[in-house]
């Protein structure tokens, strides 16, 4: 019996590899510092929780329309709506069980196969694997790298444009490298957009995950709205990466395909959450707030360790709970060639667990310099400063 031959085009999230490698060394009796998955250590706020507990209570444990509920349709177009300065419905809303589906569903609802879908890389990698699962040909745009962090090689993503080119994804705010773009930035690529006549995801997984600064939104440029599906997630702002619910927003006739892909994949998204998500939306935001307080120290902490370690140099970036740092001179101090060498090295020396640069995404031709990823969000400020004093010790040596 065989196997269907497209799966050969599905991608996985690779940092759950490096999980799995950190879990086999910690049951070995050893210390880890655990900064490779974006997941998060904190509780979700308590208002939620109990919200989530009264309407298990109350009996919303059966099925629900396909699309999401209508109060929690009504609570996204305003919520998300008033934050970027444009007007949705609940028609322009899709219930989705997590981010991630949303990105499947707009590939399905916009592109046919063969046809070429422009990504960021290094980016998050299921990008990559659904254009391709789908039949598309996934088209890769880079990043420069600034004093200030790191900007989108715009003439890169305009060398790329075909006549085939249906979509472009766009992920302000990064995972992993925590770009964002400026005013100018985003209007360039809002322009660009609009000439070829593309659709746009907005994956807006980490927008409000921001530190100093106010978020920018490509669906407040004109002529934007009506060609971007946006993609909301519950898990960051408010520590869910567990609980799955998320949500599509945009155009009407996308949504409306994307409810009709709700159907055939998973019925409805869990009925209970959905009112509890009401509650996370529209009731008490100090949660939130503190989760975010607790970011902001963490971040800190980890620039700064990362800062005194010779051979490393980084910018604080001002969203996101990702740090991801140039560490060409430490390869070259330790010899190493290939990237996997520095993470395997530094998990079994000094039992800092992190990505690598070849976790989000095919490499590009060309590219020379070596970058790793920290996350964050899944450790404490004491074990950043423990941890990152290890790391020191063994990136300053040369063996």
């Given amino acids: 019996m065989k196997i269907a031959t497209r799966i050969d085009n599905l991608g996985t999230e690779t940092a759950f590899a490096v999980s799995a490698q950190a879990r086999e060394w910690a049951a070995k009796g050893n210390k880890i510092y655990p900064f490779h998955l974006g997941d998060m250590n904190m509780s979700t706020p308590q208002n939620i929780i109990e919200a989530a507990n009264k309407y298990i209570v109350d009996g919303k444990n059966g099925y629900c329309p396909s699309e999401g509920i209508l109060p929690l349709r009504e609570a996204l177009a305003d919520d998300v709506g008033s934050k970027r300065g444009v007007s949705y419905s609940p028609d322009n809303v899709s219930v989705q069980p997590g981010g991630k589906p949303t990105i499947g569903k707009f590939i399905q609802a916009v592109m046919n196969p063969g046809d070429e879908v422009l990504y960021p890389n290094p980016g998050y990698p299921i990008y990559e694997s659904q254009i391709e699962y789908y039949g598309g040909i996934a088209m890769p745009y880079s990043y420069d790298q600034t004093d200030s962090g790191f900007a989108i090689d715009i003439e890169k993503m305009k060398s790329s444009i075909t006549d085939k080119t249906t979509a472009l994804i766009y992920n302000n705010y990064n995972n992993p490298i925590s770009a964002e773009s400026s005013r100018t930035e985003m209007e360039a690529i809002a322009q660009f957009a609009i ?8 994956d807006d997984a980490y927008y409000e995950m921001l530190y100093d600064t106010r978020p920018l939104s490509i669906v407040n440029i004109p002529e934007m709205q009506e060609r971007t599906v946006i993609l909301y997630t519950f898990s960051k702002k408010f520590a869910m990466t567990g609980w799955r619910i998320g949500a599509a927003i945009g155009p009407e006739n996308v949504i409306k395909v994307i409810n009709k892909l709700n159907v055939n994949a998973e019925s409805c998204t869990n009925h209970f959450h959905q009112y509890a998500m009401v509650e996370a939306l529209n009731g008490d935001q ?9 970011l902001r120290k963490r971040r800190n902490t980890a620039v700064s360790g990362l800062n005194e370690i010779d051979g490393v140099n980084i910018a604080t970036p001002e969203c996101t709970f990702y740090l991801f740092p140039n560490v060409t001179k430490i390869m070259a ?12 090295g530094a998990l079994y020396n000094s039992g800092v667990s992190f990505c690598t640069r070849d976790h989000f995404g095919r490499p590009q031709e060309g590219e020379t310099e070596f970058y790793i990823r920290f996350a964050y969000s899944g450790i ?13 010790l063994y990136f300053e040596s040369s063996d």
């Fill in 195 to 202: 000439e070829h006549d593309l659709w746009v995801l907005s």
């Fill in 286 to 294: 100090s949660g939130s707030e503190a989760i975010l307080n607790e």
């Fill in 333 to 344: 101090r330790k010899g190493f060639n290939k990237i996997s060498e520095i993470q395997e």
């Fill in 380 to 392: 404490s400020v004491e074990e950043i400063t423990e941890g990152m004093s290890k790391l020191k």
